[in-house]
């Protein structure tokens, strides 16, 4: 719709976290939970370029199941607590710690993507390798 110079860069901590536009703030990322849309409905802005592949869910690993992980075991050392009590305990804390800021890592992903211009490793053919040229010998080095 309109070029890239009209558009303010936006930071993609705001516009991601709340998973609007990267490029004008207005516009939705997400169609359904975690479903990217293909364009912006305001700007126009082609989504195809986002690809966050597995990062939400390695953030939500590394921040959110390991200490879920520590509280069972937590409860299970400290209280030698039977498994409904970690049923009604440790799961609800896994499912509230998990699922919720899987969007805005998302959307923050997406915007980052977009903020920094970030795309696909391209991988060129390396130029053919040389073999070293032979050096002049000297011939004062030379024994007879």
């Known amino acids: ?3 890239e ?4 860069p936006l930071p993609p901590l705001s516009t991601g976290l709340r998973g609007r536009c990267p490029r004008c703030g ?14 912006c409905e305001v700007c126009g802005l082609d989504y195809s370029y ?24 937590w409860i299970e050392v400290k209280f030698e607590a039977p498994y409904w009590v970690h049923l009604v305990t440790t799961l609800p804390f896994l499912l509230l710690t998990c699922i919720p800021p899987l969007r ?7 915007a980052s ?7 696909e490793a391209r991988f060129s ?13 000297d011939e004062d080095s030379r024994s007879t």
């Open 26 to 39: 207005q516009g939705h990322v997400f169609s359904g939970f975690l479903k990217l849309r293909s364009h």
């Open 104 to 110: 805005p890592l998302k959307g923050w992903l997406v």
């Open 125 to 137: 053919t390396a130029a053919p390798i040389q073999p070293p040229m032979a050096l002049p010998a």
């Open 50 to 73: 986002a690809d966050p592949a597995d990062g939400p869910a390695f953030f939500v690993i590394c921040f959110a199941c390991i200490p879920t992980v520590i509280l069972a075991l």
């Open 1 to 3: 719709m309109s070029s």
């Open 5 to 8: 110079q009209e558009w303010t």
């Open 113 to 119: 993507q977009y903020f920094y211009k970030a795309e």
